[in-house]
């Protein structure tokens, strides 16, 4: 099993900055890759951003290409999401999900395994 925890959402102005992380732990040699998805009330989960854990090989979604940027510390077992340039728009709850194997395309929230509780994120216009 693995466990993992969202940190470091909050309310901050449109154009401001934030950075969410997500800690693992349990089985984290086990873990394969993980991804962001956020989800807006009302609307379905959607993904934004993908690393693998061994590589650190990155994709976004368009969405967020040249906003966002995705890291990991394999050390500490964690990820990290930094959101520049915020909008209004990307108000959601960012969850983090990890998997252990391939088991299709990440941009879709059945093929992980684990997530997190998620982190509010709201930005004020």
């Known amino acids: 099993q693995v466990q993992l925890v969202e940190s470091g959402g909050g309310l901050v102005q449109a154009g401001g900055s934030l950075r969410l992380s997500c800690a693992a732990s349990g089985r984290t040699f086990s873990i394969h890759d993980m991804g962001w998805f956020r989800q807006a009330p009302g609307k379905e989960r959607e993904f934004v951003s993908y690393?693998?854990?061994?590589?650190?090989?990155?994709y976004y979604s368009d969405s967020v290409k040249g906003r966002f940027t995705i890291s990991r510390d394999n050390a500490k077992n964690t990820m990290y999401l930094q959101i520049d340039s915020l909008k209004p728009a990307d108000t959601a709850v960012y969850f983090c999900?990890?998997?252990?194997?391939?088991?299709?395309?990440?941009?879709?929230?059945?093929?992980?395994?684990?997530w997190g509780q998620g982190t509010q994120v709201t930005v004020s216009s």
């Open positions: 690393i693998t854990w061994s590589t650190g090989s990155t």
């Open positions: 999900k990890a998997r252990t194997a391939y088991s299709g395309s990440f941009v879709y929230t059945s093929a992980y395994d684990y």
